[in-house]
């Protein structure tokens, strides 16, 4: 690897080293001198061939007129490294290439040199490879440097805007389709901002825009990075248009990403610009800064270069390009930094008091407090400035473009400050939980197992088996069963040829399950975790269980889904939650009412999707959907809106829609739901549960599955969680996934919801929950554990829910069985073991008794029985 000393000395040629972009461009700029590992020079002839020597002729090394100085020393620092990875040629040309580079001339002109034509060839072929690749390297160099400095400056810029950057916190929605590098970009913002009082309250897309602009140019730098290290290390072969338009494609990416950056810098510049009144700062930027339209032009320069191949002039333009967005971010800084400070640290210094700053702004900026990554870097700024006592407007403003200048002494210093700043954040930063997500613990794990005792127990008064299914399936199984929904499935990485994803929901792993092992007839229940890429919300989770209850079979017209009805408003009653109602629709219903109103066959699902958020949205809004994306006329809206606002009693409002004339009885699907409805809500009334029930024709369920009923179940209490369980007939399900159509019915409990009204039932009725089922706790004074594990292992030998603890306090003891909840005591203390006894104490009463130790288990146990 190519090696930077003390003395800013880079050595080349190593056996087994490597080449890099940093390398190249502090030769290029001056900063470092080159020195050729003498290794390199030996594997090279030193003079020609005393006997038979070949014909030489003159040749000029060539350096293309149209190269900056900079592109020039980086041309020629590839090209001895090239020529010293190999190539059959005496080492006088790279004594005299680096003598070159050394002499640090503003001019480089190389003498005509007599050359061999294998060595003319040699150099010939070198010469265009090097000049891509020096310029190239540059590039790579200036653009990694800019990167890593970009989002500190825009946080600063945040901050002199009083920018609200609360998006910042939502970049990553866990769906697995936000780039990478927007997401790192947004937690370095957050990082650099933690604890500012600054932000918070300017809206600007230009801010929200940092994530995007920002992270494509990481991501596009490292692609360079990565293609510049290869072609600086590897030999050239014959022929190199291949290799050129694979620079230029990189090289493209890397002008779009610096141009939307220059964009987007050159607004937060303008921006912080006007928020200071500063007569001669403002002259200056107009006299220096670029405009939007020259950074326009030269980007076109450097596409239309792209487009005929001139790939030494893209190269050259690219790196025109990059200065220009380098200097308008320094600007960006600049400004920042004085709309921040510049009033404190300036005011009076400056041109007699340039930066002017309202005396009552300056004093809401003393109490204001910076970010703590933000606040490290301005007090560099400030450092630095009063470290130069500078004075004049032009020169403290010159000094700071120097400051973020790559070829500054103490711009790596800032680059470290700036990494340090970051990671060590990131270090300290505590573990979160993926958004969507919830830890359970103690008294939560409680109520928690309580509820799925109840569930199960309702499922299995009804004769359900238990199933289990893997928690991820083919994806091909789970896609084209949801609808819209489809897009909220959890792709995984393809792992050995198997596309697979995480379930969804239960229902068609179950319909998977039954098609796969041929059954007619099953009646499963199944209490496991599901999971979608939704937005989380309150009640609202990317994780979350499902209790479902499935019958799969024929049975009488109705039975089934009669059943998983009652089934539903068992389980909301006996988990005491409080008042709720289950809507309740007929797919076929809806079909016939979509068909009724003018809606084409094949859009019936994309409508009921639009249909189903009726819950949420209002109908204009829905009308809007499906007038403007889904294609319906108004007419046809306007008449799906008539029906959807039908809902009430079940027995009352189907009467009005059998009643003689009505357009239902003419539609034979509708006509078939109504006969449906009739049965079942008969069976509902005689089991005294239909007054839970509404029959509401806005229901559709998204799903596409559905086949006939179709119900959701509503919360009605104070907490909003929105749908609390939800259901239906699936008919042709299990179908798909074998030869056989069973038919299906079943309901999904979503507990999750469940729990968060629970949770919050329980704090408004002030209930203590137990973390622990502990009925004792034996407790032994001194710091004998046999003891202790001999009379807890008794107890547990009789089945008796107990815990121990050893201490030489009795305090200490009780307290722990206070704060446990652990209704009693056995205390054994030196005293009782002399005696044979213990002592039992009621921790509710504080009563305490005396019994003997030989039968302690059999006088706990009789008190339980009390």
């Avoid at 940093?22 to 003079?47: C, M, P």
């Avoid at 079943?746 to 919801?753: F, K």
């Amino acid at each position: 690897m190519a090696e930077r000393g003390s003395a800013a000395v880079i050595t080349v040629g190593g056996k087994g080293s490597s080449f890099n972009s940093s390398s190249v461009y502090a030769i290029s700029n001056g900063l470092a001198q080159v020195r050729v590992d003498s290794s390199a020079l030996d594997r090279l002839s030193s003079t020609l061939p005393n006997q038979n020597p070949p014909p030489v002729t003159k040749f000029q090394i060539p350096i293309p007129k149209t190269l900056t100085l900079e592109e020039s020393r980086a041309f020629l620092t590839v090209l001895l490294n090239k020529l010293l990875l190999g190539s059959s040629i005496r080492t006088a040309f790279p004594v005299l290439i680096s003598e070159t580079l050394n002499s640090q001339t503003e001019t480089l002109q190389f003498e005509s040199v007599d050359v061999t034509e294998d060595e003319r060839i040699v150099l010939e072929k070198l010469s265009l490879p090097s000049v891509l690749s020096g310029i190239c390297a540059v590039l790579d160099h200036k653009s990694s440097a800019l990167s890593a400095i970009i989002d500190a400056v825009a946080a600063l810029s945040c901050e002199a805007s009083g920018a609200d950057v609360a998006a910042f916190n939502s970049i990553d929605s866990g769906d697995g389709f936000t780039a990478k590098e927007e997401i790192g970009v947004a937690g370095d913002l957050k990082v650099l901002l933690n604890g500012s009082k600054l932000v918070g309250k300017m809206k600007s897309e230009d801010i929200l825009e940092i994530p995007k602009i920002n992270g494509k140019l990481r991501e596009v730098v490292k692609s360079v990075h990565s293609s510049t290290r290869v072609e600086l290390n590897s030999s050239v072969k014959v022929g190199i248009s291949g290799t050129a338009k694979a620079v230029g494609a990189n090289v493209l990416a890397l002008a779009a990403a610096i141009h939307n950056l220059g964009e987007s810098s050159l607004y937060r510049a303008k921006m912080n610009l006007n928020s200071i009144n500063s007569y001669g700062l403002r002259s200056l930027f107009e006299k220096d800064c670029l405009s939007g339209d020259n950074l326009r032009k030269t980007y076109k320069l450097v596409l239309d270069a792209n487009f005929e191949e001139d790939y030494v002039k893209f190269l050259r333009e690219a790196n025109v390009l990059l200065g220009m967005v380098w200097k308008i971010v320094t600007w960006e800084a600049v400004l920042a930094f004085v709309a921040l400070e510049g009033g404190e640290l300036l005011g009076e210094k400056v041109n007699g008091g340039d930066v002017v700053v309202d005396k009552k702004s300056e004093k809401k900026k003393k109490k204001a407090v910076l970010g703590k990554g933000t606040g490290v870097i301005v007090q560099l700024i400030k450092d630095r400035l009063q470290s130069k006592s500078l004075g004049i407007l032009e020169k403290w403003s010159e000094d700071l473009f120097s400051f973020f200048d790559p070829r500054d002494p103490e711009f790596d210093g800032l680059l470290t400050k700036i990494r340090e700043i970051v990671e060590s954040n990131e270090s300290r930063r505590l573990p979160k939980l993926p958004k969507g997500t919830r830890d359970f613990a103690k008294e939560q794990m409680a109520v928690r197992e309580k509820a799925f005792s109840i569930i199960t127990e309702v499922f299995k008064r009804h004769g359900a088996m238990a199933l289990d299914t893997p928690v991820f399936e083919m994806r091909e199984t789970l896609m084209g069963k949801y609808g819209e929904d489809s897009k909220l499935i959890y792709d995984l990485a393809d792992q050995g040829g198997e596309l697979c994803s995480l379930r969804y929901d239960l229902t068609v792993p179950f319909a998977r399950y039954v098609a796969m092992n041929g059954l007619t007839s099953f009646k499963r229940h199944q209490i496991a975790k599901v999971y979608r890429r939704d937005n989380p919300s309150k009640g609202r989770y990317r994780e979350f269980y499902q209790c479902d209850f499935d019958i799969a079979g024929q049975y009488e017209r109705m039975g089934p889904d009669f059943e998983v009805v009652k089934i539903l408003t068992e389980l909301l009653n006996e988990l005491d939650i409080g008042d709720y109602e289950i809507k309740l629709n007929h797919r076929l219903l809806l079909d016939g009412m979509l068909e009724i109103c003018g809606v084409p066959s094949e859009k019936f699902r994309t409508i009921c999707s639009s249909i189903d958020k009726l819950d949420k949205q209002s109908f204009e809004q829905i009308k809007k959907e499906m007038v403007e994306e889904k294609g319906l006329s108004f007419e046809t809206a306007d008449r799906i809106g008539t029906f959807v606002k039908e809902r009430g009693s079940p027995l009352v409002l189907l009467s009005k829609l059998r009643q003689e004339g009505s357009l239902f009885l003419e539609n034979s699907s509708a006509k078939l739901a109504l006969d449906d409805l009739e049965i079942l809500f008969q069976a509902l009334e005689k089991s005294k549960c239909i007054d839970k029930v509404v029959f509401d024709l806005s229901l559709a369920r998204g799903l596409d599955y559905y086949t006939g009923v179709i119900f959701e179940a509503v919360f009605k209490g104070a907490t909003q969680v929105g749908s609390i369980a939800a259901g239906g007939r699936y008919d042709n399900l299990i179908g798909m996934f074998g030869t056989k159509q069973v038919p299906a019915v079943g309901v999904s409990l979503g507990i999750e919801r469940v729990f968060t009204i629970m949770e919050q039932i329980q704090k408004e009725r002030n209930q203590i929950i137990r973390a622990t089922e502990t009925q004792v706790l034996v407790g032994l004074l001194g710091d004998k554990l046999p003891l202790a594990a001999e009379l807890v292992s008794e107890l547990w030998n009789a089945k008796v829910k107990a815990e121990y603890m050893v201490h030489k306090k009795v305090m200490k003891l009780i307290d722990r069985a206070r704060e446990s909840k652990i209704p009693w005591m056995v205390i054994v203390g030196e005293r009782e073991l002399n005696e044979g006894i213990v002592k039992l104490k009621n921790i509710d009463t504080t009563q305490e008794e005396v019994i003997s130790r030989s039968n302690f288990v059999e006088e706990i146990q009789r008190r339980f029985n009390q």
